[in-house]
């Protein structure tokens, strides 16, 4: 990736969605460069170079906000989409959640929260209810019942 590849890619991104790539997107979207391909050509961290070169787009409560999200209303905004989704993990949450929907990482950082669960807690929400469990009989009691 050269110099111009890469901003072509990044902007030709911000185009589509807003805002710039997270690093997970760099890492996985084949349209867009590596964190590392980034940080060879800028001898810096990908994020740094990100927010240096497109500080308008790299505001991502600026791109909420358009939305009608803020601060004040972030954990409203989180328990409604936590209880339409109804997931069983973070990964989930964040797998389908609808494109406009922050990742629950974004509303950690509104809320000042680090984990998955202390989001949860500050919101006041909780996992849906797994299915049926099962017991699980060791060798032993199977053996001995017949």
């Not at 000042?112 to 669960?117: F, G, L, M, Q, R």
């Amino acid at each position: 990736w050269d110099d111009k590849a890469i901003r072509t890619a990044i902007e030709r991104f911000i185009d589509e969605n807003g805002r710039v790539p997270i690093i997970k997107e760099l890492d996985s979207l084949d349209s867009l460069p590596a964190h590392t391909s980034i940080q060879l050509q800028y001898k810096m961290k990908a994020g740094e170079w990100l927010r240096k070169n497109y500080p308008e787009a790299s505001d991502y409560n600026a791109y909420y906000r358009k939305l009608g999200l803020s601060k004040e209303n972030a954990a409203d905004w989180f328990r409604e989409n936590f209880n339409k989704i109804n997931p069983v993990s973070s990964v989930e949450f964040n797998k389908l959640r609808d494109k406009k929907t922050p990742t629950w990482q974004a509303y950690a950082k509104m809320l000042d929260v680090k984990t998955w669960n202390e989001l949860k807690k500050k919101c006041g929400v909780e996992y849906k209810k797994a299915g049926k469990k099962y017991k699980v009989k060791t060798y032993i009691e199977y053996k001995s019942e017949k």
